[in-house]
């Protein structure tokens, strides 16, 4: 298959460049909208969590819940 590849035939309505371009475009679209989505729900996940420990009046910053042991020298 020979393609043409000057700029403005690329241009055209048909052109299998230019066809492959949309479908590229759609794709990385879907993608993004798709990491946006999983960022939301991850927010919304961590915002009820946080909220969940406060009202147990358990700390909700980022305290570890386990300490190490202090090693105390004589």
Do not use: C, E, Q, W
């Amino acid at each position: 298959m020979k393609l043409d590849m000057s700029f403005p035939a690329a241009l055209g309505k048909h052109h299998p460049l230019r066809r492959l371009a949309v479908k590229d475009a759609f794709a990385l679209g879907t993608l993004v909208a798709i990491t946006l989505a999983l960022f939301g729900i991850t927010g919304l996940y961590y915002s009820a969590y946080t909220r969940y420990r406060a009202a147990l009046g358990l700390p909700v910053d980022n305290t570890p819940v386990i300490t190490l042991p202090v090693v105390r020298r004589h």
